[in-house]
């Protein structure tokens, strides 16, 4: 018997767009011998799985269940392919975690944490043989900051929002020149 897989795919920040193009992946090369996939797109105040004729199907987001055609469909696990909030920053694996209903990405902890770039470094970085880029973490966008980055890092380097998933957002920087734009 198959296993019903919920796919989900969209999200709260601009990484959707991401998302959306791994989940096509995901859903062109997953074993549909194995595997019933429905796609559920996240959105804020609108969850939902799109039938082949484009009709929306609210989930029930009390159990993360859908009804189709009088029939209610539960879920097996989820496959979270959802980039950026609230897919890898915890979020959704809590939730997830409420209903015990399994999911593929890491639990909700170890998501919140490693979805701050700050945090993350501040864990590892004294771990034995772990070698940590040298980095700054800024606080706000300062032209006084130009200098510091200047004196403390070497080039190339790249420039990231710490809470960013993706490379939304990410510039790397060749010279000097380029820095206050990224």
Known sequence: MKKNIALVTGGFTGEYVISLKSAAVVEKTIDRERYEVFKIFVFPGDWYY???TGEKIPVNLNDFSLVLEGKKIIFDGVFNILHGSPGE?????????????????????????????????????????????RSLQLFEQDPAHVSRICSELTLPLFIKPNNGGSSIGMSKVKQWEELPEA
Request: hydrophobic fraction near 35%; proline fraction near 4%; charge should be neutral.
């Open 50 to 52: 799109e039938t082949t």
């Open 89 to 133: 920053d915890g979020k959704l694996a809590g939730y997830f975690d409420m209903l015990k209903i399994p999911y593929t990405t890491c639990g909700q902890l170890t998501s919140a944490i490693t979805m701050n770039k700050g945090y993350t470094k501040a864990i590892v970085q004294s771990i034995p043989e772990l070698h940590v880029a």
